[in-house]
């Protein structure tokens, strides 16, 4: 598969798989506002999504549409970082997968939108908009459950230490972005790891949480090699279009 | 539509549909049209049709494949049949579209419209006030509401929760 097509589908399927999984917190949020602010940012995610599907989808040579790009690929297919595709288990875990992923997001949606591909800077443009949003609300999170009671803080701690190993994928180049990055298609995600760590050692340091240092990290998912838990996401994301192939609303 | 269209003709029909758009509500908030909330771009003759472009106004809003399908359906009512339905991202929607009377009918139907313009503040902005008691005592309870586009409010006079159209 072309290179930029494989970075594309990187781009869009980070918000498809974070999209889903939080999706699942849809009627099982802590509090009713919660609840519709979780579900609130699984759309705009997918949404995010589907602009850039139906951008793939609209390429020359591409015979394929933006319900086949998200329903019907096989798991090793999809290019996700491993980080979005961890289950929710509680509220404060969800919170720390969402602020790292959106600390990372708005690091290279900044750089997005002024890519040289003008559809795809308008998306990041778009976009963009949205995720500051996401991460205010997520560090605003960090901050209250961090900083907040004993158990809270601990639940949160031990999100960050749990995930942490998740974050090293992100500032790693795959093999499609070394390729492109020679035309600067792909952005320099290498580039992007101290403001991302300033961001996030800024949010921690307020919310009275501890960075782990060293940590082993887990790569593979923006290969297409990923941990267990994205197969189950599929099952679900895919069940309609794989018992009822075209199915349409 | 007959290219040999008149200048003036172009400009009754657009004037036509536009008012026709008007009468399309959002589905998501009934009570303000597509043209109030500022999503209808532009509308004007392309290839022997009418071509309309809209702005979505939250990449995810459920109502995005809708809208689209709603206008065709109001202008088919209406005996135009040649029309084509684009939706626009760039530039990206801002509630700095949103018409004075749209905003005028948020706040009739409950909504706190949004105070201040997105483009001056990266900040979502707080309600002037209540839009059932006109406080101007309220708190935030959460930046998300029933849609993506509201936060949620609490008014500490009447006690009474409300939504508030976020800047953006």
């Given at each position: 598969?072309?290179?930029?097509?494989?970075?594309?589908?990187?781009?869009?399927?980070?918000?498809?798989?974070?999209?889903?999984?939080?999706?699942?917190?849809?009627?099982?949020?802590?509090?009713?506002?919660?609840?519709?602010?979780?579900?609130?940012?699984?759309?705009?995610?997918?949404?995010?999504?589907?602009?850039?599907?139906?951008?793939?989808?609209?390429?020359?040579?591409?015979?394929?549409d933006?319900?086949?790009?998200?329903?019907?690929?096989?798991?090793?297919?999809?290019?996700?970082l491993?980080?979005?595709?961890?289950?929710?288990?509680?509220?404060?875990?969800?919170i720390?997968?969402?602020?790292?992923?959106?600390?990372?997001?708005l690091?290279?949606?900044?750089?997005?939108?002024?890519?040289?591909?003008?559809?795809?800077?308008?998306?990041?443009?778009?976009?963009?908009?949205?995720i500051?949003?996401?991460?205010?609300?997520?560090?605003?999170?960090?901050?209250r459950?961090?900083?907040?009671?004993?158990?809270?803080?601990?639940?949160?701690?031990?999100?960050?230490?749990?995930?942490w190993?998740?974050?090293?994928?992100?500032?790693?180049?795959?093999?499609?972005?070394?390729?492109?990055?020679?035309?600067g298609?792909?952005?320099d995600?290498?580039?992007?790891?101290?403001?991302?760590?300033?961001?996030?050692?800024?949010?921690?340091?307020?919310?009275?949480?501890?960075?782990?240092?060293?940590?082993?990290?887990?790569?593979?998912?923006?290969?297409?090699?990923?941990?267990?838990?994205?197969?189950?996401?599929?099952t679900?994301?895919?069940?309609?279009?794989?018992?009822?192939?075209?199915?349409?609303? | 539509?007959?290219?040999?269209?008149?200048?003036?003709d172009?400009?009754i029909?657009?004037?036509?549909?536009?008012?026709?758009?008007?009468?399309?509500?959002?589905?998501?908030?009934?009570?303000?049209?597509?043209?109030d909330?500022?999503?209808?771009?532009?509308?004007?003759?392309?290839?022997?049709?009418?071509?309309?472009?809209?702005?979505?106004?939250?990449?995810?809003?459920?109502?995005?494949?809708?809208?689209?399908?709603?206008?065709?359906?109001?202008?088919?009512?209406?005996?135009?049949?040649?029309?084509?339905?684009?939706m626009?991202?760039?530039?990206?929607?801002?509630?700095?579209?949103?018409?004075?009377?749209?905003?005028?009918?948020?706040?009739?139907?409950?909504?706190?419209?949004?105070?201040?313009?997105?483009?001056?503040?990266?900040?979502?902005?707080?309600?002037?006030?209540?839009?059932?008691?006109?406080?101007?005592?309220?708190?935030?309870?959460?930046?998300?509401?029933?849609?993506?586009c509201?936060?949620s409010?609490?008014?500490?006079?009447?006690l009474?929760?409300?939504?508030?159209?976020?800047?953006?």
């Amino acid at each position: 598969m072309d290179a930029k097509i494989k970075y594309l589908l990187h781009l869009a399927d980070n918000p498809l798989i974070l999209g889903q999984r939080i999706g699942e917190w849809c009627g099982h949020g802590p509090v009713l506002e919660q609840d519709i602010a979780l579900t609130n940012i699984s759309l705009d995610l997918i949404g995010q999504a589907r602009l850039l599907y139906q951008y793939i989808a609209s390429l020359p040579g591409q015979r394929t549409d933006e319900d086949s790009l998200a329903m019907l690929r096989y798991e090793h297919e999809y290019l996700n970082l491993l980080l979005v595709e961890q289950p929710n288990k509680n509220f404060g875990h969800t919170i720390t997968r969402q602020f790292l992923y959106d600390a990372f997001n708005l690091c290279q949606y900044e750089k997005l939108t002024h890519h040289h591909d003008q559809h795809l800077a308008s998306i990041a443009v778009k976009s963009l908009k949205e995720i500051k949003y996401h991460y205010r609300y997520s560090s605003e999170w960090m901050l209250r459950l961090g900083d907040g009671t004993p158990e809270s803080h601990a639940k949160m701690q031990d999100a960050v230490d749990e995930l942490w190993r998740c974050t090293g994928e992100m500032f790693k180049m795959a093999s499609y972005e070394q390729e492109l990055s020679q035309d600067g298609y792909a952005i320099d995600v290498s580039a992007l790891q101290a403001e991302w760590m300033q961001r996030v050692s800024g949010i921690a340091d307020q919310a009275g949480l501890k960075l782990p240092q060293g940590e082993v990290m887990l790569y593979g998912g923006k290969e297409g090699k990923h941990t267990e838990h994205l197969g189950y996401i599929l099952t679900e994301l895919q069940y309609m279009q794989r018992t009822y192939p075209q199915m349409n609303w | 539509m007959d290219n040999s269209m008149s200048t003036q003709d172009t400009h009754i029909i657009r004037k036509q549909i536009a008012g026709l758009l008007h009468e399309v509500a959002d589905p998501e908030i009934p009570v303000v049209s597509i043209v109030d909330l500022g999503m209808v771009i532009d509308i004007r003759p392309e290839n022997g049709h009418w071509r309309i472009d809209l702005a979505p106004t939250y990449s995810g809003c459920p109502a995005i494949d809708v809208i689209p399908f709603l206008v065709k359906a109001r202008l088919e009512e209406a005996g135009m049949r040649d029309t084509h339905i684009e939706m626009e991202i760039s530039p990206p929607w801002s509630t700095d579209w949103i018409s004075e009377e749209g905003n005028e009918k948020l706040h009739t139907y409950g909504i706190a419209p949004p105070n201040g313009k997105a483009s001056d503040q990266e900040y979502e902005g707080k309600p002037r006030s209540c839009p059932q008691c006109g406080s101007t005592h309220t708190e935030l309870i959460s930046r998300y509401g029933a849609t993506p586009c509201k936060a949620s409010y609490k008014c500490l006079s009447c006690l009474e929760p409300f939504e508030y159209f976020k800047c953006f």
